[in-house]
Nanobody, 126 residues
Framework: QVQLVESGGGLVQAGDSLRLSCAAS????????MAWFRQPPGKEREFLAT????????YYADSVLGRFTISTDNAKNTVYLQMNNVAPEDTGVYYC???????????????????WGQGTQLSVAS
């Protein structure tokens, strides 16, 4: 049984840095594509970043490029999202997800991911 468990959210101030974690079980993260999405209040889930199997390549949404970094620790079977200089518009529920197969045209689509965590809430105060 695959489980993805996010942690690290909370209430922070604009300009702060923090790191979200996603601990995986039931799958090996180096064998799949891992991603982070978020869902702002009242909005649809949106793609943030993905890292290809074996950690070879990462892609980012324009809104977080240069501020957020996705990484993996294969020994811990955990995916991270380092978030720097957060802003109030970064508020939302953050989810990690896994996909066995992705293509350049589809990695931003939530429907392409098979497994999801329960999410962790991040609130950024101005």
């Amino acid at each position: 049984q695959v489980q993805l468990v996010e942690s690290g959210g909370g209430l922070v101030q604009a300009g702060d840095s923090l790191r979200l974690s996603c601990a995986a079980s039931g799958l090996t993260i180096s064998d799949v594509n891992m991603a982070w999405f978020r869902q702002p209040p009242g909005k649809e889930r949106e793609f943030l970043a993905t890292i290809a199997r074996y950690g070879t390549t990462a892609y980012y949404a324009d809104s977080v490029l240069g501020r957020f970094t996705i990484s993996t620790d294969n020994a811990k079977n955990t995916v991270y999202l380092q978030m720097n200089n957060v802003a109030p518009e970064d508020t939302g529920v953050y989810y990690c997800a896994s996909a066995a197969h992705l293509f350049a045209s589809t990695f931003r689509q939530p429907s392409r991911y098979e497994y999801w965590g329960q999410g962790t809430q991040l609130s950024v105060a101005s």
